[in-house]
């Protein structure tokens, strides 16, 4: 059973940082693109950045310049530093990642972590 435990959220006041990190777990054969998504209060869900398995990154264009995603492909952990914060980054941050168990493929997500960026 392949699962991703998510950790690293709070509060931070506005211009803080925070690391968030995602750790996939159980039996898995290869972990392919990792990312984070993140939910606003009455917003649907969206892409903040994404790491192929070879290093190649992609961001929202809301948060360019500010987080930056990584990954140890050892742990099968993907990490979203995320820096200058503000207000409006205010969310649930969720894990995706796409694992190979075997030979079957699957769309894996955490169970969300609270960011709050108070003003």
């Known amino acids: 059973q392949v699962q991703l435990v998510e950790s690293g959220g709070g509060l931070v006041q506005a211009g803080g940082s925070l690391r968030l990190s995602c750790a996939a777990t159980?039996?898995?054969?290869?972990?392919?693109?990792m990312g984070w998504y993140r939910q606003r209060p009455g917003k649907q869900r969206e892409l903040v950045a994404t790491?192929?398995?070879?290093?190649?990154?992609m961001y929202a264009d809301s948060v360019k310049g500010r987080f930056t995603i990584s990954r140890d492909n050892a742990k099968n952990t993907v990490y979203l530093q995320m820096n200058s914060l503000k207000p409006e980054d205010t969310a649930v941050y969720y894990c995706?990642?796409?694992?190979?168990?075997?030979?079957?493929?699957?769309?894996?997500w955490g169970q969300g972590t609270q960011v709050t960026v108070s003003s």
């Open positions: 995706n990642a796409d694992i190979r168990v075997y030979v079957r493929r699957n769309d894996y």
């Open positions: 159980g039996t898995i054969s290869s972990t392919n693109a």
């Open positions: 790491i192929t398995s070879d290093g190649s990154t």
